[in-house]
């Protein structure tokens, strides 16, 4: 399950950032903004608007699968991974720089997620656990957290 979760998160990570630099390079492609039908035509006659769409399409499928399994706490702050990555890339793809604050805030993503993660491993959360299961149907009764029927 480990592997599960270390491969989908790598594949979330890698479309959300396809797709955040794609609409970079389709942003600097699309200026000046206009709202008209030779700028749409220019937006999308370019290619980086469809490697957002595939970024984005992708990254939906990802964390729809991921969500299946993995306890949504530290799945959503893993899914935020793309924060990081997109800066370091835009340093090598757009020359932008980065100050230490940067490097502080992005080491304290990686922690934060790193914290979550062994908490949920240390309260015995293995994925798929959380997920309760579907009422059944024809019942009016709910369980509530203690575990009781009402």
């Known amino acids: 399950m480990r592997r599960f979760y270390l491969l989908g998160f790598l ?8 797709a955040q630099i794609s609409f970079k390079y389709a942003a600097t492609q699309a200026l000046p903004l206009e709202f008209s039908a030779d700028w749409l035509l220019r937006v999308f006659g370019q290619p980086w608007i469809y490697g957002a769409f595939v970024g984005y399409i992708g990254a939906f499928f990802a964390w ?3 969500l299946q399994h993995a306890p949504i706490g530290p799945a959503f702050a893993a ?10 890339l835009s340093v090598y793809l757009f020359d932008e720089r980065i100050g230490p604050w940067q490097v502080v805030g992005a080491l304290t993503i990686i922690a934060g997620i790193v914290c979550l ?3 949920e491993a240390e309260l015995g959360g293995e994925a798929g656990d959380s997920v309760p299961p579907a009422p ?7 369980t ?6 009402h």
């Open 11 to 18: 594949a979330l990570m890698a479309f959300d950032t396809l």
């Open 64 to 66: 729809m699968t991921l």
């Open 144 to 149: 509530h957290a203690d575990g009781h029927a």
């Open 136 to 142: 059944a149907h024809g019942t009016s009764s709910r």
């Open 79 to 88: 899914s935020h991974l793309e924060l990081v990555s997109v800066m370091l």
């Open 117 to 119: 993660a062994l908490g």
